[in-house]
């Protein structure tokens, strides 16, 4: 069971924040929440305590014996703040400590990660950036908000990430120990998520499992560690769009692949994680295929779609690096590994992440599992987690082919000492 301190700031996205807490709680984890004053007039402490089995307290001079203001921070695995205003950036930034909150900042040595809520005007602001510049260069996160619905009739970017996310995030910093390195800055990549539909008739179509939560924290991660991310997205949604990620829907094979190609014309990066449909039905027809008991029953026929990814690999730009994906299955002819090992060296890509799929297994799950082949004959095995942790495992392995390694980071929780 790990310590988390979920830090709330005065900010009308709070309410949101029981969200977050129950979200972590159900996982398994010791939530104690630390509000701010002004917090408390969105949500009262009673909703805080009474979902985290924690007192809730926002001064210092509550439980003076206990030194809270220092021992909250010191003893937790990782202090997240939701939401967090340009108030609370302004103050972590430049260190003060004038309630529990901001002083359990100053005393965590953890990882700390910041979910911004604004208005628009205010995280543009020159003095928000260079307090959201400063807090990372200290190795603090602070996420990418979302852009949407604001406060009033008001919409743009400063709005709250889905507490889904936040709540995958912070798993994913647990996982790793540490902050997410911004080693993706300035980079633009394109992921692809979901599974392509091909339409048979008005009411019919041939499709797959693919629920694209995979591909959705590949874009997720992605806009975390800095990159410009164009999400291409078939039929996910039910899904949130991961904050900071510019989202491309569409349906078919074909409408994904010309979504992909203009995409990547300038992109660093390219994950094709979306499940695409191999056929295609020759000539849909216009009226629902009726059922008949004195009719034979009709013959679809199939056409074979484009193979996006070796097209992508064919006409890639000098630099760019090429992920893919493989769902496989063992079968007579060779083991899950067998098969893969051969469609790297046919697609000709730079990594290609594999799953074994199956009843419970990679498709409609939160988890994943697999390997990560390497053009160079690398593999990895990636062990059971989290879809955000198999993200991550691939952007490290991506940001070494772009010649940054997230090793060679500074420390981040020496840095916010």
Same mark, same amino acid.
């Given at each position: 069971?790990?310590?988390?301190?979920?830090?709330?700031?005065?900010?009308?996205?709070?309410?949101?924040?029981?969200?977050?807490?129950?979200?972590?709680?159900?996982?398994?984890?010791?939530?104690?929440?630390?509000?701010?004053?002004?917090?408390?007039?969105?949500?009262?402490?009673?909703?805080?305590?009474?979902?985290?089995?924690?007192?809730? %307290? $926002?001064?210092?001079? $509550? +439980?003076?014996?206990?030194?809270?203001?220092? !021992?909250?921070?010191?003893?937790?695995?990782?202090?997240?703040?939701?939401?967090? $205003?340009?108030?609370?950036?302004?103050?972590?930034?430049?260190?003060?400590?004038?309630?529990?909150?901001?002083?359990?900042?100053?005393?965590?040595?953890?990882?700390?990660?910041?979910?911004?809520?604004? %208005?628009?005007?205010?995280?543009?602001?020159?003095?928000?950036?260079?307090?959201?510049?400063?807090?990372?260069?200290?190795?603090?996160?602070?996420?990418?908000?979302?852009?949407?619905?604001?406060?009033?009739?008001?919409?743009?970017?400063?709005?709250?990430?889905?507490?889904?996310?936040?709540?995958?995030?912070? !798993?994913?910093?647990?996982?790793?120990?540490?902050?997410?390195?911004?080693?993706?800055?300035?980079?633009?990549?394109?992921?692809?998520?979901?599974?392509?539909?091909?339409?048979?008739?008005?009411?019919?179509?041939?499709?797959? *499992?693919?629920?694209?939560?995979?591909?959705?924290?590949?874009?997720?991660?992605?806009?975390? !560690?800095?990159?410009?991310?164009?999400?291409?997205?078939? %039929?996910?949604?039910?899904?949130?769009?991961?904050?900071?990620?510019?989202?491309?829907?569409?349906?078919?094979?074909?409408?994904?692949?010309?979504?992909?190609?203009?995409?990547? *014309?300038?992109? &660093?990066?390219?994950?094709?994680?979306?499940?695409?449909?191999?056929?295609?039905?020759?000539?849909?027809?216009?009226?629902?295929?009726?059922?008949?008991?004195?009719?034979?029953?009709?013959?679809?026929?199939?056409?074979?779609?484009?193979?996006?990814?070796? &097209?992508?690999?064919?006409?890639?730009?000098?630099?760019?690096?090429?992920?893919?994906?493989? +769902?496989?299955?063992?079968?007579?002819?060779?083991?899950?590994?067998? %098969?893969?090992?051969?469609?790297?060296? *046919?697609?000709?890509?730079?990594?290609?992440?594999?799953?074994?799929?199956?009843?419970?297994?990679?498709?409609?799950?939160?988890?994943?599992?697999?390997?990560?082949?390497?053009? &160079?004959?690398?593999?990895? *095995?990636?062990?059971?987690?989290?879809?955000?942790?198999?993200?991550?495992?691939?952007?490290?392995?991506?940001?070494?082919?772009?010649?940054?390694?997230?090793?060679?980071?500074?420390?981040?929780?020496?840095?916010?000492?």
């Amino acid at each position: 069971m790990k310590r988390i301190v979920l830090g709330v700031g005065g900010g009308i996205a709070a309410y949101k924040a029981c969200e977050v807490l129950r979200g972590l709680t159900e996982t398994g984890h010791d939530v104690r929440v630390v509000p701010t004053e002004a917090a408390l007039n969105f949500v009262g402490a009673a909703t805080f305590e009474a979902l985290s089995g924690h007192p809730v %307290h $926002t001064g210092v001079f $509550t +439980a003076v014996p206990e030194v809270q203001h220092v !021992r909250i921070g010191q003893d937790a695995d990782l202090v997240i703040v939701v939401p967090a $205003t340009a108030d609370l950036l302004a103050k972590a930034a430049h260190g003060l400590a004038d309630d529990l909150l901001t002083g359990t900042l100053l005393t965590a040595r953890c990882p700390v990660a910041f979910f911004p809520a604004m %208005h628009t005007e205010m995280w543009e602001h020159p003095a928000t950036r260079d307090n959201v510049a400063t807090l990372r260069s200290r190795g603090a996160v602070v996420a990418e908000p979302a852009s949407g619905r604001l406060t009033g009739v008001d919409s743009g970017k400063g709005r709250l990430a889905d507490p889904r996310e936040i709540v995958d995030l912070a !798993r994913l910093l647990l996982a790793r120990g540490d902050a997410l390195p911004r080693d993706l800055e300035g980079r633009r990549v394109v992921v692809s998520a979901g599974g392509t539909r091909e339409r048979l008739d008005p009411v019919r179509h041939l499709g797959n *499992r693919s629920s694209g939560k995979q591909g959705y924290a590949l874009a997720r991660v992605a806009a975390q !560690r800095g990159a410009h991310v164009t999400l291409v997205s078939a %039929h996910t949604d039910a899904l949130p769009a991961p904050a900071g990620a510019d989202l491309v829907p569409v349906s078919s094979a074909a409408e994904l692949g010309a979504a992909v190609d203009a995409a990547a *014309r300038d992109a &660093d990066v390219v994950v094709m994680a979306a499940a695409v449909a191999d056929f295609r039905p020759v000539g849909e027809v216009d009226h629902k295929i009726k059922k008949s008991d004195d009719a034979p029953d009709p013959v679809i026929e199939l056409a074979r779609n484009r193979d996006i990814l070796a &097209d992508l690999v064919q006409h890639r730009r000098d630099g760019q690096i090429v992920v893919g994906f493989a +769902a496989e299955t063992g079968d007579p002819h060779g083991s899950v590994l067998d %098969h893969a090992r051969a469609k790297l060296k *046919r697609k000709g890509c730079d990594l290609l992440v594999v799953n074994a799929v199956g009843d419970g297994k990679a498709f409609e799950t939160e988890d994943n599992t697999g390997w990560l082949l390497a053009a &160079d004959g690398a593999e990895e *095995r990636i062990p059971l987690g989290a879809k955000s942790e198999l993200a991550a495992t691939v952007w490290d392995a991506a940001a070494r082919l772009l010649g940054v390694d997230p090793a060679d980071a500074a420390d981040p929780v020496a840095d916010q000492g």
